[in-house]
């Protein structure tokens, strides 16, 4: 092809793989006994061993182990029954070693996929485990200008999986799904809090671009430094743009790590891609094989959770959700045991659903909280729901009570007899009201007689209003009708 047909007429498609680095919830790290916590003061969760020090020898963390075969038997891995711990050489204060314990040939998982909404497959290339490194913090400066640095070895050490996709993603919103997927199950799996803005899950977007209809890859740069889904797929529009304006100027992709900027909205270059053998990777000689029994592996496959695809499937065929709704409220696992306690104690998954997806969702927003940090629990919510079919409280009244639930976890019944918002089906005290706007009303009662039938919702609404609210609207509308034969 000529370079003038590159340039111009030619049509260029993306080529996205992902790496996924998932930090394991464990008790303690990867290969000493330190707290595993975020969020601690720095250089308080470090021992001789994450410190690096000579003459200690690290201890393989038999949890960690198993949250990586969980995700890898989650999502359809093999798994290693060998595997082995490698040293990955670079010289950077963040590790005190001089090394990463990391999984070099021999990773615990291969192969595998994550099944998107669309029902593409993305397919996993490999899942190991390694040890994270401390945080450095560049103090008195931007970056390259900082006037020192300050690290925090608090998190050097702690168990980390990597998740490797093959290059099966085709755009940035193809990414984003892959992630919320990936998210999801690791949430159902219980292995990782999955936080993005926390960097328990962190993600790294390699990218480039070839000619439609050719399959052949081109040359990749490494995007990192996204924290947040949003941010990996305005990365991953930006990247794809400027590689193909690149191409389209007749300039050549060089093989490079780039840096997201989020301020700025862009992604600039921070240095050649080193090779694996810049690393100089060799068996760590101070920890022996891994081996895992297949009885072990068996016991792990039992005792799997139901998967988000699995609950989902199962939302749609026994509580009729339609796919939309069983989707978002399987999304995480907190979601999805709420809605089904609530379903449960309501008998009625519609209802739930109604609630969850719509003012609750909302009202969560404005005080800004979530399901896993309201005090509402799913009995109350249910019994409010309850409160509604029974014709205690009207819609409208429910939702007032629901947003002090929200907030507070009061029960709905204290909320509404606090806020006299009690329905009231006393037929004598409505036909009161009714006989009262009747009269008032005589234009309405004639069209209405004249075959207007806008003009009883108007009658209605009267009543209403003269109840404050507070009548039970069936009731109104069944004497008005009544009353004007
Ligand atoms: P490296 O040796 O640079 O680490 P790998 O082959 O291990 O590269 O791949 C790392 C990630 O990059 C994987 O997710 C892989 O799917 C993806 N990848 C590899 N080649 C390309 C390419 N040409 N374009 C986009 N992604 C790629
Ligand atoms: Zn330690
Ligand atoms: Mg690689």
Redesign the pocket.
């Known amino acids: 092809m000529s370079t003038a047909a590159i340039r111009g007429e030619t049509n260029f498609e993306a ?5 996924v680095h998932v930090e394991l919830s464990t008790q303690s790290k990867m290969f000493c006994g330190c707290r595993n916590e975020f969020g601690a003061e720095p250089n308080t969760h470090v021992c001789p061993i994450c410190l690096g020090m000579p003459g200690t020898l690290p201890v393989i963390n038999r949890r960690a182990v198993e949250y990586l075969c969980k995700t890898g038997l989650a999502l359809g891995c093999t798994i290693a029954t060998d595997s082995k711990f490698d040293r990955k050489n670079y010289f950077y204060p963040d590790m005190p070693k001089n090394y990463q314990i990391s999984q070099y040939d021999m990773p615990l998982t291969t192969g595998g996929g994550v099944q998107l909404p669309s029902g593409k497959l993305v397919r996993l ?1 490999r899942i190991h485990l390694e040890e994270d490194t401390g945080k450095t913090f560049h103090a008195g400066g931007h970056m390259a200008a900082a006037e020192h640095t300050l690290i925090d070895y608090n998190r050097a050490g702690v168990p980390l999986m990597e998740i ?4 099966d993603i085709a755009s940035p919103e193809e990414a984003e799904m892959y992630l919320g997927q990936l998210k999801a199950v690791l949430s159902y799996l219980g292995v990782s809090d999955v936080k993005m803005h926390e960097g328990s899950l962190r993600c790294d977007a ?3 671009i070839r000619p439609v209809g050719t399959t052949a ?4 740069a ?1 995007v990192k430094n996204m924290n947040s889904f949003r941010s990996v797929v305005r990365a991953l529009r930006y990247e794809i743009e400027r590689q193909e304006a690149a191409v389209r100027a007749g300039e050549r992709i060089v093989q490079e790590t780039r840096n997201w900027d989020e301020g700025r909205g862009l992604t600039y270059s921070t240095r050649s ?1 080193e090779q ?1 053998h810049d690393y100089r990777y060799f068996p760590d000689p101070d920890l022996v094989p891994l081996t895992i029994e297949r009885e072990t592996i068996a016991r792990w496959k039992a005792e799997m959770p139901e998967l988000p695809v699995a609950k989902r499937e199962r939302l749609v065929r026994e509580h009729g959700l339609s796919e939309y709704e069983a989707g978002i409220l399987t999304e995480d696992v907190a979601t999805a045991d709420y809605f089904e306690a609530v379903a449960h104690a309501a008998k009625s998954a519609k209802q739930a659903a109604n609630w969850l997806l719509g003012d609750v969702r909302r009202l969560l927003e404005k005080h800004e909280l979530t399901l896993a940090t309201t005090r509402m629990r799913p009995q109350q919510l249910a019994e409010l729901i309850a409160l509604v079919s029974a014709g205690t409280i009207s819609g409208k009244a429910a939702k007032e009570v629901c947003d002090v639930m929200v907030a507070t976890g009061e029960a709905p019944s204290a909320v509404v007899e606090q806020r006299g918002l009690a329905q009231t089906s006393d037929t004598s005290e409505i036909q009161g009201l009714v006989d009262a706007v009747v009269s008032a009303n005589g234009d309405s009662v004639a069209s209405y007689k004249a075959g207007k039938t806008k003009a009883l919702e108007f009658l209605v609404g009267q009543v209403m209003k003269a109840s404050r609210g507070k009548a039970n609207v069936d009731i109104v509308r069944a004497l008005l009708l009544e009353r004007l034969g």
């Open positions: 080529v996205i793989g992902l790496e290339n490797v996709t093959e290059p390699n990218v480039s890859l081109g040359t990749k490494e891609k694996a």
